[in-house]
Nanobody
Framework: VQLQASGGGLVQAGGSLRLSCEAS????????RGWYRQAPGKERELVAVIMNNGLTNYDDSVKGRFNISRDIRKNTVYLQMNRLIPEDTAVYFC??????????WGQGTLVTVSS
């Protein structure tokens, strides 16, 4: 499975960005997709995931501001990020996990929120 992320950039606090993650390869076994992020000096943390059945899960810090969605025909998962705050600054990694537990990562895309 290959994951190609895009959509990061520089935005002012209060602004919005949308990240995209397109999957290719043997994706039939993937049952969870989503996004993690890693801020400077911090560990990688979950942001949002979406399961094959459409259920979603969000970190408390982004609930109500971020929305994860997918386009099954395009094999793409999106992360709409609204009301961004400087604490959201991080490298965002798209993520996929198969039903046998194997994990795949995209290359990361930098999101910088200025105050």
């Amino acid at each position: 499975v290959q994951l190609q992320a895009s959509g990061g950039g520089l935005v002012q606090a209060g602004g919005s960005l949308r990240l995209s993650c397109e999957a290719s390869g043997k994706i039939s076994g993937v049952n969870v997709r989503g996004w993690y992020r890693q801020a400077p000096g911090k560990e990688r943390e979950l942001v949002a995931v979406i399961m094959n059945n459409g259920l979603t899960n969000y970190d408390d810090s982004v609930k109500g501001r971020f929305n994860i969605s997918r386009d099954i025909r395009k094999n793409t998962v999106y992360l709409q990020m609204n009301r961004l705050i400087p604490e959201d600054t991080a490298v965002y990694f798209c993520y996929a996990k198969t039903n046998n537990g194997r994990v795949y990562w995209g290359q990361g895309t930098l999101v910088t929120v200025s105050s």
